[in-house]
């Protein structure tokens, strides 16, 4: 497996800080990631399904209906897991409105809390140096008034995020199945047990504009509260609510 010179140390500051957020009782710990996109349409998928006939379906996939974005966010304390699919695409405003609407939906169970550590790899919608998520996580934790700590796997090491094994159990569950429209994708989802535990599933229908980026002179407003690790700026972020 590919190693970058960083690669132990990053790994060794990930369960390290894990750990501590796992023995504060004022941190919540999440593990966040994108699947692969998923093609909406009369397609087969390689799978196997229970059933007394074969089902027929598109033994390729030049056409489909349309595209689902999947967003897992996953609570490391109870285990359950989220999905998000979005519409349109992959972006840092995507993902922090995913992220954003849970919190929402969940911060009554939390009251206590007073730091999330986030599980995440560096892909292209939420790589450290990505000015709009920059912007919009800074946001996040002062609407929020959390303090955020982003924790990345190493370059090519993200299988170890433990997200990584939610979505492997939900492919397995639906692997055989033809996800001819939106609402049988969400429901198969929806069906899917991780670690007995039904996923909590949303459809996200913003249409999200790609390659948003953040003008230098208005960045300088954010990188106050955007901390960079000394020792691994590019993989440890600590970003305070002000």
Known sequence: MKKIPQTDAIFENVWRENQ??????????????????????????????????????DDHDTEWQSLLVP???????????????????ETSDFIVDCLTDWWQQHQADYRDMNEWVIDLDGGSATRSDRTQFIKRMVELAQHTQLRIRLIYYPPYHSKYNPIERCWAALENYWNGAVLDSVETALQWAANMRWKGITPLVQCVETTYQRGVRVLTQELEDYLPFWQRSETLPKWDITIVPG
Not at 32 to 46: C, E, F, P
Not at 79 to 85: H, R
Request: hydrophobic share 35%.
């Open 20 to 57: 501590a957020a796992d023995e504060n009782p004022n941190s919540l710990r999440l593990s966040i990631d994108t699947k692969a996109k998923v093609k909406i349409g009369n397609l087969s998928r390689g799978g196997k399904a229970r059933g007394l006939e074969a089902k027929i379906a």
């Open 71 to 89: 967003f897992g966010i996953l609570n490391t304390n109870n285990d359950q897991l989220s999905i998000y699919f979005g519409q349109s695409a």
